[in-house]
């Protein structure tokens, strides 16, 4: 099958699953996309609030209305995923956890959060794949254990003991390979998680600076400027629960 037929065939398939006629096909093709690349900055450009405007009523109850459209959101990144490259077991367990928990949550704020939450895990597990064919073992798992220890210190001689190579060795793979300082890297991570827990969390910011290990709450503010050109306070003002907003308008008019 070549590579139009198989874009034929999603677009089909995705018209007739989810109803994509409402909405412009593209976008919605592109978002899955980049979820199947592991592209979390695509992702997090194209995302669009659950349930809202575009993608019909499946239920007029609004909580059983967005858990049906949380469904098939999993189920359509579930097969995106495995068609690019995820193994089939793991897509499908995880799809089912996500599943699980979605009839768990017990409002629409619940709701949300794990739309979010599953569409940036099934991101990142794409994203390992992707990265694989990238970089080598040992900077993968230099990526990994930062992405696991955001919230606590990390240095080069505890990153080297953990895939049993000399801090030396390990930072001059790494600046080689990603471009960057294994300094810098986490200090980008940070600002990225940062950023996120600005936007869809309550936490203060001087809660959040202490979360991921900033020395100070300077320090946290220094770092987040640098990197964003605000300051964590003017961050939040301008984008904090920006994408709830039109899910709020939309619940007023039903």
């Not at 020395?215 to 220094?222: A, D, L, Q, R």
Request: hydrophobic residues 35%; proline residues 3%; aromatic residues 12%.
């Amino acid at each position: 099958m070549s590579q139009t037929e198989k874009e034929l065939s999603y677009k089909a398939f995705l018209n007739r699953e989810y109803g994509f006629s409402h909405s412009p096909f593209e976008k919605e093709f592109e978002f899955y996309d980049c979820v199947k690349k592991g592209d979390t900055d695509g992702v997090e450009r194209l995302m669009t609030p659950l349930g809202s405007s575009g993608t019909g009523v499946l239920s007029e109850d609004p909580l059983r209305n967005l858990k049906y459209h949380f469904v098939v959101t999993v189920a359509l990144i579930t097969r995106f995923c495995v068609e690019g490259g995820m193994e089939m077991e793991t897509a499908y367990t995880l799809s089912d956890l996500y599943i699980l928990k979605a009839d768990k949550c017990m409002t629409e704020k619940d709701i949300h959060a794990l739309h979010r939450e599953a569409i940036l895990e099934f991101t990142r597990q794409m994203n390992r794949l992707v990265t694989a064919d990238v970089y080598s073992k040992p900077v993968i798992m230099t990526m990994d254990y930062i992405y696991d220890h955001l919230h606590s210190r990390i240095n080069e001689t505890e990153i080297a003991e953990y895939i049993s190579l000399s801090p030396s060795y390990i930072s001059r793979l790494f600046k080689k390979e990603v471009g960057v300082s294994l300094s810098t890297y986490v200090a980008i991570k940070r600002v990225e998680t940062a950023q996120n827990m600005l936007k869809y969390s309550d936490y203060p910011p001087a809660d959040i600076g202490n979360y991921l290990a900033f020395t100070s709450h300077s320090h946290f503010i220094s770092v987040f400027r640098k990197y964003t050109g605000m300051t964590p306070n003017e961050f939040r003002k301008k984008y904090y629960r920006d994408n709830w907003g039109d899910i709020k308008r939309n619940s007023t008019k039903k």
